[in-house]
């Protein structure tokens, strides 16, 4: 099965820095690629789909990037509601690995 | 509005058995496939498995393979997850999601929306 990492497990960044988060999967994986933020005690909710799509009503300082193994999450400009917990996940088929997650707080 | 409404917390004991639900609306129940996804006390997500309730069609993670079991009833609109001898190790919120689709001929578009979660506790 195709194993997903992320890279850096956690950072801190303070507010109005750019931030970039990376996704790396072990085999090709198209544009199957999809990012989802987790705030503390909340449901994941989708961020981007399609390794670069940004989901309706997502802000446009979220833009993700890549095909194939490499993949990259970015946010322009941190906010302080943006520290939550983003994880990328593969779906190109089965099964549908999340990567082991990056934590993003405020310096 | 497409949701999806997961039962409420459980609190088993090692050893029974359990089935959580996943209703969904706002949408045809058997065009969409529906994923369960673990998250375990403070950790990351885990995707278990996945149903087409059009056809019953599953597949699971290698994880999960023979652990759960995953179902739907398309006259109810509602997907389940169960267990038939839970472990203190299945303690975690499980999550329901729709995998989205976009564009025509339709393709996947990752899982959105999410259930609310099912809080699941296993204690003696």
């Known amino acids: 099965d195709i194993q997903m990492t992320q890279s850096p497990s956690s950072l801190s960044a303070s507010v109005g820095d750019r931030v970039t988060i990376t996704c790396r999967a072990s085999?090709?994986?198209?544009?199957?690629l999809a990012w989802y933020q987790q705030k503390p005690g909340k449901v994941p909710k989708v961020l981007i789909y399609?390794?670069?799509t940004l989901q309706s009503g997502v802000p446009s300082r979220f833009s993700g990037s890549g095909s194939g193994t490499d993949f990259t999450l970015t946010i322009s400009s941190l906010q302080p509601e943006d520290v939550a917990t983003y994880f990328c996940q593969k779906y190109n088929s089965a099964p549908f690995t999340f990567g082991p997650g990056t934590k993003v707080d405020i310096k | 509005e497409v949701q999806l409404v997961q039962s409420g917390a459980e609190v088993k004991k090692p050893g029974e058995s359990l089935k959580i639900s996943c209703k969904v609306s706002?949408?045809?129940?058997?065009?969409?496939?529906i994923g369960w996804v673990r998250q375990m006390p403070g950790k990351g997500l885990e995707w278990m498995g996945i149903?087409?309730?059009?056809?019953?069609?599953?597949t699971y993670s290698p994880s999960f393979q023979g652990q759960v079991t995953i179902s739907a009833d398309k006259s109810i609109s509602t997907a389940y997850l169960q267990w038939s001898s839970l472990k203190a190790s299945d303690t975690a919120i499980y999550y329901c999601?729709?995998?989205?689709?976009?564009?025509?001929?339709?393709?996947?578009?990752?899982?959105?929306?999410w259930g609310q979660g099912t809080l699941v506790t296993v204690s003696s």
């Open positions: 706002g949408y045809t129940f058997t065009n969409y496939w």
């Open positions: 149903i087409y309730p059009g056809d019953s069609d599953t």
């Open positions: 399609a390794a670069s």
């Open positions: 085999q090709g994986i198209s544009n199957y």
């Open positions: 999601a729709r995998l989205a689709t976009t564009g025509w001929p339709p393709a996947p578009a990752a899982f959105d929306p």
